[in-house]
Structures are given as C-alpha cells and as structure tokens.
C-alpha cells in the first residue's frame, strides 16, 4: 500500500490559478497509475484527471479539459495537478488516488478502480 498525501489547496478567484501536489510515501509509485478525483458537497465523488504509470498518457474530465494538467514526477515520487482559470463550480475537496497496474499504457478512471487515497485537500473559488 502507498501513502498519498495533497497539499495545495485553498481560496482562489475564478479566473486564478493554484497547483495541487500529491506526496507518496510506504512505497514508490512505479508500476502505479495515479488519477486526482473531486467531491463537492452533496455530490458524488468523481473523476478530474488521470495519468499512466509513465505518464505519457493523461485523460481529462470535459469539466476540466483545457482548463486542468495532470502530470507525475518519478523522481519526487509524486503527482501534481495545475488548475488555471478556476470556476466557483470547481469547488470542492480533491482527492489524490494511486493504484498498481499491470501495463505502463493503463490509466484508469473510476472510484473503485482506486484502492489508495489521500485525505484531501480544500479547494474553494469565489465568484
């Protein structure tokens, strides 16, 4: 099991920016692919972004294509999100999920396809 922890969050203007980092630690995420994920209050858990093992292959939410980039650092052993021209609609808490997979090409999408979660970190954008 891989331990992720985000930071990164906070209180933002629409149009602003912020840059969510996802920290592994118990393990290294080789062989994991890694996805950052969302819930608003009330809402169902669901998917923003997702990045292979090798991270030469990323897959975006509609919400958030153009807008968001997912990328990964093997180095850092870490993972990172660049929100720009944040809505009030992206408010919400955002996860950081990892799971190990068989194929460097595999990026996955779904809640339960996930087993390792951070705590999630606030990200709230004013109007």
């Known amino acids: 099991q891989v331990h992720l922890g985000e930071s990164g969050g906070g209180l933002v203007q629409a149009g602003g920016s912020l840059r969510l980092s996802c920290q592994a630690s118990?393990?290294?995420?080789?062989?994991?692919?890694i996805a950052w994920f969302r819930q608003a209050p009330g809402k169902e858990r669901e998917f923003v972004a997702a990045i292979n093992w090798r991270g030469d292959k990323t897959t975006y939410a509609d919400s958030v294509k153009d807008r968001f980039t997912i990328s990964r650092d093997h180095d850092k052993n870490a993972g990172s999100l660049q929100m720009n021209s944040l809505k009030p609609e992206d408010t919400a808490v955002y996860y950081c999920a990892g799971d190990r997979v068989k194929y460097r090409h595999e990026v996955k999408v779904a809640v339960s396809d996930y087993a390792d979660w951070g705590q999630g970190t606030q990200v709230t954008v004013s109007s």
């Open positions: 118990g393990r290294t995420l080789r062989m994991y692919a």
